[in-house]
């Protein structure tokens, strides 16, 4: 009787730490929900901390991510067409800001940038202050996300056909028309999913952003560093802008979801 008791509790033990798993990440965001009438959702997002941070994430976030695009793509083409020392170099650089402390990432710009910095007398000459400034959040949000675009991007650009590529040079295409009527649009989905992982990020991004950049409401206080003055003062905009970055993660997720369909679809054809 005793190991049939036994044999049931460990059947039932891998779904009972399953639910319990489940109910710890789902409870702490179920919370937020409920404890936030509709009301004081529409009264938070109304609030003048809400609007001037929302304006400014989405500013900040939207340069940041052209950036990623325009600088990042080439990286990444580079990183999957090559293999050697180089490369294996440039993909420890890529990772790093991934698992660097935000709070690391944010003394390591200052220190680069700031105007004791390594770069700072350049930047002083050529009359630049990044620290405390818009640029400097889209600066530390481009170090933070662009590495979740550029990986990627460059598992996207790996798994691409050779034979098309090469059946693209051999009717005359060049390295630039090959890129953009063929590697592109064939890793269109692993390149979206990129963007919408790097356009999450840099809008989540809090501590590299609060070293560097500092929290001045309107010039470069963002979303998350709202919500962190609101607890100081008013509950109600913090709560409506975490709902507000929660309801934009569950948009992400769609798209990466979509992206993953469409990758499969495509392994299929």
Excluded at 1 to 24: D, E, K, Q
Excluded at 67 to 75: R, V
Excluded at 76 to 87: I, N, V
Excluded at 242 to 254: E, F, P, R
């Amino acid at each position: 009787m005793s190991g049939r008791a036994g044999t049931r509790l460990l059947a039932v033990l891998p779904s009972v730490a399953a639910a319990f798993m489940l109910a710890l990440l789902a409870v702490p965001l179920l919370a937020l929900v409920l404890s936030t009438p509709p009301g004081d959702l529409i009264d938070g997002l109304r609030h003048p901390l809400a609007l001037s941070a929302l304006r400014l994430s989405l500013l900040t976030t939207s340069i940041s991510l052209g950036l990623t695009l325009l600088l990042g793509t080439p990286l990444a083409w580079w990183m999957a067409r090559h293999q050697g020392p180089a490369e294996r170099i440039a993909a420890a650089l890529v990772q790093l800001p991934i698992v660097v402390p935000p709070a690391v990432s944010g003394l390591a710009l200052l220190l680069a940038f700031g105007r004791r910095g390594l770069l700072g007398p350049l930047l002083d000459r050529a009359g630049l202050a990044l620290p405390f400034t818009t640029a400097a959040v889209v600066l530390a949000e481009l170090f933070v996300s662009s590495p979740f675009y550029v990986q990627s991007a460059v598992a996207a650009f790996r798994r691409l056909d050779e034979d098309l590529l090469w059946a693209a040079r051999s009717l005359g295409a060049g390295p630039a028309r090959r890129f953009f009527r063929v590697a592109l649009p064939l890793s269109r989905p692993g390149v979206v999913t990129g963007a919408a992982l790097s356009w999450a990020r840099a809008l989540g991004e809090f501590g590299a952003t609060l070293m560097f950049a500092g929290n001045l409401q309107g010039r470069t206080q963002t979303l998350p560093l709202a919500i962190y003055s609101a607890l100081e003062t008013d509950l109600r905009p913090a709560k409506a802008l975490s709902i507000l970055l929660v309801a934009v993660a569950l948009v992400v997720l769609g798209v990466l979801g979509r992206g993953t369909v469409l990758e499969a679809v495509r392994a299929r054809a």
